[in-house]
């Protein structure tokens, strides 16, 4: 069972010569294919914490271990690795590449890890046509709508088969009808494909459907359900 652990996390930032405490003595365990929600009001520090689970920043004090491995004390190689492998990660917006088409941005993960070849370029075909953008496969980005490119960005962070999805706030800048679809495939591949979901959100429909729920609040995690 893969396992995800934050133990004592604090982050700090230094604002105007002042230190902002983001997040203190966070703790906190994520199983494979558990569906945790992140909830907060904006500026509590959620995507801070998301990055620092996945890998993307480091904390100022305490310690993330994925397995074995303590994301600390590893080579940053090692670390690329293990969110090549493990990792996919949905930012706030998108950040798809302005001039690759669509499939090429969705075949970037698989590219950096080597394993892009025929089944590979099936597999990234079929994930697109589940996530309803392969007509717009050979499009830029900036020809496709908001819900498209956030979908186009979840394709992308699903190519490796990760085992762990992390994503900030997937729907917060769609409407209610596109947020429910993006919502419904989410829960869909983490029930089916037992991939955990790990979403910073504040949408009260979509955290029904997670079995664990944290607010962050004056920097601390409190755990709702
Ligand atoms: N690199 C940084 N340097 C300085 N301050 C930062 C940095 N990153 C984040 N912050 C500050 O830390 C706090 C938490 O930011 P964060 O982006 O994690 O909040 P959030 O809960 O994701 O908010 P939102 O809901 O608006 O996305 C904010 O006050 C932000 O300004
Ligand atoms: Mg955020």
């Known amino acids: ?9 604090s982050k ?7 230190t902002l405490n983001v997040l203190s003595n966070v703790n906190i365990q ?13 500026g509590a520090g959620k995507s801070t914490l998301l990055h620092i689970m996945a890998g993307l920043d480091m904390p100022s004090s305490g310690i ?9 004390n590893i080579s940053l190689n090692s670390l690329s690795k293990i969110r090549l492998l493990n990792f996919g990660f949905v930012y706030q917006f998108h950040h798809l590449l302005d001039d690759l088409t669509i499939e090429e941005n969705i075949s970037i993960p698989a590219m950096l890890n080597g394993s892009y070849n025929k089944n590979t370029k099936n597999k990234i075909h079929k994930l697109m046509k589940k996530l309803n953008i392969h007509d717009r ?12 490119k956030q979908r186009a960005a979840i394709a992308r962070a699903l ?5 762990f999805l992390f994503l900030d706030e997937p729907t917060g800048n769609l409407d ?6 993006i919502q419904d495939i989410l829960i869909d591949i983490s029930d089916n494909y037992g991939v955990a979901l790990i979403t910073a959100t504040h949408d009260n429909e979509f955290i029904k459907a997670f079995n664990k729920v944290f607010e962050l609040s004056n920097a601390k995690l409190n755990e709702l359900k």
């Open 1 to 9: 069972m893969n396992k995800l652990e934050c133990i004592k996390l």
């Open 12 to 18: 700090s930032f230094m604002v105007n010569n002042e």
């Open 30 to 42: 994520i199983n494979e294919s558990e569906k945790v929600a992140i909830s907060g009001k904006s």
């Open 64 to 72: 993330v271990t994925y397995n074995n491995s303590n994301f600390l």
């Open 137 to 148: 496969k050979n499009h830029l980005p900036w020809k496709l709508s908001g819900g498209e």
């Open 159 to 163: 190519t490796n088969n990760p085992k």
């Open 176 to 181: 209610i009808d596109n947020a429910s679809i």
